[in-house]
């Protein structure tokens, strides 16, 4: 078993539960107790596909396990998430026809998203849902269709807890529409993705990169008569690009069984008002003013999205029950659905009046109990981002929490043998910078980093932020593939099975440590998942449940890799020069034609084309609109970056003082200094909400 005591965050000392939020549970056990839950079973989800499964499954066992039990024991289901589409369909078989908009079948359960929570509701168990809810200047891209989806799940949600339950405490269904991330951002998120069910028969938790949304769920071709091996990429989301529902002229249309749900208040609820009836696609889409589209990367139907995921059952569900309720209960201005256009940030719209207490506070949610002990073995430890926010006016978080900025800092620099990095948008110089020193501080180590081929928006502006940060990975020839002493490798997911293949959109957060630490969540490597917006990550120090998901995780990319260049070389992180043997072979099979790998673009000196032909651009490295776009758009802060990411004066072995750009481990200090012993942190000091000054621009430049 892995040492937790190496590989998770202690108390720091500080006082008051530090690194943890001040007034958390977490931070209570302090400084006596252990910041971490012993005694859990953890399951690794691979891909969207299994993890809705395992989640309608959990669903389903709480529905059925609701029927004949006294109303104060039907358990509750608490939902936090970035994105719920409330057409998400959640079934084995698709049951929408050969096209979204074609319902010619019937369900034999309603398993959309929206069909799960109101049976949940109609059986008398307790829904809490926590879902983003945008800035104005959001509103204006093409995020604003699912906000809209957001919106109709609150209305929704309130009409049937009121036709449930009429006027009494506490009703039994309330969404929480939150922008309470948003104060000091223009675009910040709140962006966990969790979900907890507790009941009479079972106490199960989700965590990781899943959302309930459309594109997501790479699932088996329709039909599948070779059946379903999980270890290899399906036949893509039946709910992506041009397959995503459209609303019509009945807006709920969707397959229906009338016989286990009463759809009553579906039909009265507020539908989004999508242009065209319909979302826009997650990934980019063909543009019609060019028919050979240079957008073409992931297809336009059934696309391929890879994720990963935790189910966690054992103490480590109260923990995160808990850690929900605190996020429920962060102060913020307070509004009902009478007033849902406050989107100027640090609030919270929710869909019930009695969500907000007499004292224009928000009604508190039960305390946690105990959880059933699963006897499992695997330690676990929650990391979180809740950004800074001046309108804070009671614990929990007057301080923020960045153990997740802190936790992944602190598992860099015990790593000796090799980090392997899934990541969607993995920007971070400073982060960048740590891997490089890191890497060359240690003979042995070695690191893989999984990212998309292609930007799923604002492509230039993207690209040229994930350019900047693997120019500072790989400084001094650390990525290049034709440098025989290279320590990293940077690759992007790719189907070969198509004429010319096609690209496959990693939203995977996930990152393993030394064959002993796994950590799975929703935060990115980047600024925005450090210090800005709300994320929450496990970290599991097992070696046993590591090394089975690295294996399968292997089977899925090099699966069709024929002889021993394919096969899993399990390996034994604890040996002298595993990092280099197991890179060696990683990139021997990642360099297959039959592999789901493709060299990134951007470790090359003048990337050109993906190997389906599709040109791969970005901004220019001087763009004052690219430095202007990452720094307050794409990868914002709650802090001041000027204060976190300023350059770092030193004296060399001369005496003369010299500078060198932040790294992670200096970001981390700053964020955690403390002024004396006054416990004050001065470095946790709020941005302004929108900076265009010349100078913000040359800060991002030089960061």
Known sequence: MA???????????????RPWGDGTTIAARGP??????????????????????????????????????????KGHVYIAGWRVNSQRDLSDANPWGTHAWDVTSSAVLDQTAIGLIFRLMQAGVRVRIAVWWPTWVQRLGKIAAHIEDHFFLADAVSKESARLAPPVDPPIGVVA????????????????????FRGPTQNVAFCGGVDLAFTRRDAPPQPNPGGVNLERFQGGDWQSGNGIPTWLAQPHTWPRDVGHLDYATFDSASPPRFPEHKQASDLPERDPGDPASFKDVYGFTNQIWHDQHLKLEGPIVQTLEEQFRERWRDSAPLFDLSKPDNTFGGHVIFSSSRAIGPDKDIVPLPDATEANVAGGAS?????????????????PFLRGEFTVMTGVNHAIQQSEHFIWIFDQYFWSLPLARQLNFELNQRQDLRLIVILPPYADSQYDEIHEARRRALDELGAGGLADPTNPDRKAAIYGLWDPRPPGGRGIYCHAKVQMYDGSLLVCGSANMNRRSFVCDSELSCAIADEDVLAAHQQRLWNLLFGEVPGPLGQWPAPDFTQTDSGSSFFAKFTAAAAHPNSYLTPDPWVQSDPQHLPNGVPVTRSGLGSAWASFMILNVLDPSSLDVSLLERSVEFRDANGNLQTRPARLDDVVNRVDTTEGDTGVMPNRRQNSIIRISSDDVKLESAL
Do not use: C, Y
Request: aromatic content about 8%.
């Open 3 to 17: 040492d937790p005591e190496k590989w998770f965050l202690p108390f720091d000392g500080g006082g008051d539960g």
């Open 32 to 73: 006596a107790g252990k910041p971490w839950d012993l005694g859990n079973k953890v399951t690794p989800l691979l891909g969207g596909f299994e993890a809705m499964v395992a989640i309608r499954d959990a669903f389903e066992v709480a529905i059925s396990a609701a029927a004949g039990v006294p109303a104060d024991q």
């Open 177 to 196: 529409l939150d922008l309470r991330t948003a104060e000091g951002s223009i675009a910040g998120a709140h962006h966990q993705k969790m979900m907890v």
């Open 379 to 395: 330690p676990v430890q929650i990391w979180r981002t809740i950004p800074w926010r001046n309108n804070r006016t009671r614990p």
